[in-house]
């Protein structure tokens, strides 16, 4: 039945299925991997945005509605789709999923005046040189920081190999910083061999020089899909490091057909773990799975956080439906919200954040461990 549901809500999605649109709410826009390899990223993020909003409307003060569109991941598509968006009213976004198609929506957004807050792209290129343009999720290069960090201040290894995708903006910036802060650290790197397709079926040249070279943990900045890979054909050679990834590994124990045993004690660097004791988190949780018979994945909850971070920027800056209802409303509603985005605090289900003027968050990572196919605080 779950099945059928994810088929039957996939299929709107791909349709642009949105919200009825009120006039007195201020409308939402939203693009991502709906449909592909990475529609886990999306659904997370419609989903998670989705449960904030009504929750905000709840509330019975400002009132949004959402419109969202599949982008596929691919920039030029998700250009169409933030100009389909504009069409349908909406006054500020909440997009894009990835770096790559929301580095494109970011530029046009720019000069349209149009203020996007991005619950999950990464990269710096994001918001480089945008006023109107700010983060919900880490950047590529504070993940690859405090992954090295973590490492060593955890004692998790003295001798690391890395596999990146060289193809992905993403990957790379990621491998970067986390190569610059274990050479501070002196956190000693043996390994580093690269890819450059998330389809690529065939990691045992990588794997066998990690190998080879003695490492004992194993740091993936990559996404789930070659993820998964990796840890099936480690295991079919007797390899068995300590695996640490990043936020784009996030909702590898719900690929279709998955061995969850084979990401027993994977490291995730992440801001959100499911299992937070937090009424806050429990009450998301609880309602994701009610709705979507899953667990939400740090994409859902950025998401959620990226609603209520609009939610409290809208009330303190002033803005009102009518005002963004206005033709071209979202240009007044844009130049309202930039500098109250560096005054404001949040304190969402992925921590307590704050934004400097360069878009970027300010918030603390933590790490999960996959225990039992589950997601569980490190300690």
Not at 62 to 83: C, M, R, S, W
Not at 119 to 125: H, M, Q
Not at 259 to 276: K, P, W
Request: charged fraction near 20%.
């Amino acid at each position: 039945m779950k099945k059928i549901f994810a088929l039957v809500l996939a299929l709107m999605l791909a349709m642009g299925a949105c919200s009825a649109f009120a006039e007195d709410a201020i409308i939402i826009g939203i693009s991502g991997p709906l449909t592909g390899p990475y529609a886990m990223y999306g659904l997370g993020v419609v989903h998670g945005a989705e449960i904030a909003i009504e929750e905000v409307n709840a509330l019975g003060g400002i009132q949004f509605a959402l419109t969202y569109e599949d982008d596929e991941g691919d920039p030029e598509k998700a250009v169409n789709a933030y100009n389909k968006m504009l069409d349908d009213g909406a006054a500020l976004m909440a997009s894009t999923v990835t770096s790559g198609a929301c580095a494109a929506v970011a530029a046009e957004a720019y000069n349209d005046r149009v203020f996007m807050l991005t619950p999950s792209a990464s990269s710096p290129t994001v918001t480089e040189d945008r006023d109107n343009v700010f983060q919900v999720c880490f950047t590529d290069p504070g993940q690859g920081a405090a992954s090295a960090q973590y490492i060593v201040e955890n004692k998790l290894a003295s001798k690391v190999a890395v596999i990146y995708n060289n193809g992905l903006d993403y990957s790379t910036g990621i491998y970067q910083t986390f190569s610059e802060k274990a050479a501070e650290l002196g956190l000693e790197i043996v390994s580093v061999t690269t890819f450059s397709s998330d389809d690529n079926a065939d990691f045992s040249v990588q794997l066998t020089e990690a190998k080879n070279a003695g490492a004992d943990l194993v740091f993936l900045p990559i996404y789930y899909t070659p993820a998964s890979m990796i840890l099936k054909q480690a295991k079919g050679m007797d390899f068995a490091p300590i695996f640490f990834g990043v936020d784009g590994m996030d909702g590898i124990l719900s690929i279709e057909g998955f061995d969850t045993s084979l990401a027993e004690g994977v490291y995730l660097l992440t801001a959100f773990s499911a299992d937070a004791a937090d009424e806050k988190t429990q009450s998301f949780v609880k309602k994701y799975v009610d709705l979507y018979g899953e667990i939400p994945n740090q994409f859902a909850a950025d998401a959620y956080d990226a609603i209520y971070a609009l939610y409290e920027a809208c009330n303190a800056a002033g803005v009102t439906a009518e005002i963004a209802n206005e033709m071209d409303g979202f240009v007044p509603v844009c130049e309202m919200l930039i500098p109250i985005m560096t005054e404001i605090t949040v304190e969402g289900i992925t921590g307590t954040m704050s934004w400097q003027a360069t878009g970027e968050v300010t918030k603390t990572p933590t790490a999960v461990i996959i225990e039992n196919g589950a997601y569980v605080g490190a300690k």
